[in-house]
């Protein structure tokens, strides 16, 4: 029997363990006395005990409702990579007409919402050669700035919200300019873009992806059309698939994945009437195998 004795502190040990453990399971108001028997830190704290490895908060994964979704993942980052690198053999990576400075693509691109692309260069063009500086803009009487915008149509929203947005630019940065943006992570930077006036959320990740180096995936109508075609999202409108096409498509392919989608579906994969026997992609394509003998 005196053998065992040496067991009995640990034995004493473990009974005040297991009641800890009871202690701190509960919501009892007495927690923090009953715990400072065999954690007094942490019942001054009020703080949990570390049992074992720390949980990591799971984050909600979106609702991925392309078919490409069902199939294997070997099998479907293999369509994703030929897709990205037969659109960038046929058309490379363009620029297409985008400024290069960050604040002058923001003014660009508000003012090519729902404007094709050659009307949207010109009417920037005469903008930018009667307004050097943007800061002018929101000096003049608005009228000039609506009788400058009215080719490119919606002259009187665009005119309105290119002035808010410069006017919050500026009593946030402090200046006329998006530059400092650049040291910013890109959850900041879009943060940032989407709280100004009329900048959605494709209108900011245009400009990161153009001019701050974000490697992100606009989706317009182009990709929206284009991504649905192929089966990779069956989202009824373009500002419901930036997550789902995102976590698809490889951040170093975004970039050219986006302009190149944009001249495939000005050229081949157009609204009505697509040019499917032309096209790059169509060994990829669910819209193709499903309507090969009408186009």
């Not at 034995?11 to 400072?36: F, G, M, W, Y």
């Not at 800061?135 to 003049?140: A, D, H, L, S, T």
Request: a positive charge; proline letters at 8%; glycine letters at 6%.
């Amino acid at each position: 029997m005196a053998s065992y004795l040496w067991l009995l502190p640990f034995r004493l040990l473990l009974i005040r363990l297991e009641k800890a453990e009871v202690v701190t399971n509960c919501d009892h108001p007495s927690q923090p006395s009953l715990l400072r028997g065999c954690y007094p830190s942490i019942a001054q704290s009020g703080q949990q005990p570390n049992r074992g490895r720390a949980r990591h908060r799971v984050q909600p994964k979106p609702n991925l409702s392309g078919a490409i979704w069902r199939k294997p993942p070997i099998v479907r980052g293999r369509i994703v990579r030929n897709v990205c690198a037969s659109l960038k053999r046929t058309y490379g990576r363009p620029r297409l007409g985008n400024p290069y400075d960050p604040l002058d693509d923001l003014v660009y691109i508000i003012l090519s919402n729902k404007t094709g692309p050659q009307t949207a260069h010109r009417t920037y063009e005469r903008l930018r050669a009667r307004f050097p500086n943007w800061e002018q803009i929101v000096k003049v009487p608005s009228s000039q700035i609506r009788s400058i915008l009215r080719p490119a149509g919606l002259s009187s929203v665009k005119s309105r919200q290119l002035r808010a947005a410069l006017r919050s630019i500026n009593h946030r940065l402090g200046r006329y300019d998006l530059r400092a943006l650049r040291r910013k992570p890109e959850e900041e930077i879009e943060e940032f873009l989407t709280s100004l006036p009329g900048v959605s959320e494709k209108v900011a990740k245009c400009v990161m992806m153009y001019t701050l180096g974000g490697q992100v995936l606009p989706v317009d109508v182009h990709v929206h059309r284009i991504a649905s075609r192929l089966g990779w999202t069956s989202r009824k409108r373009a500002d419901q698939c930036h997550e789902e096409l995102e976590l698809l498509v490889p951040p170093r392919k975004r970039h050219a994945f986006h302009v190149d989608c944009v001249l495939h579906g000005r050229r081949i994969c157009r609204p009505h009437e697509p040019l499917c026997r032309s096209c790059c992609i169509k060994g990829a394509c669910e819209f193709y195998k499903k309507n090969r003998r009408d186009v």
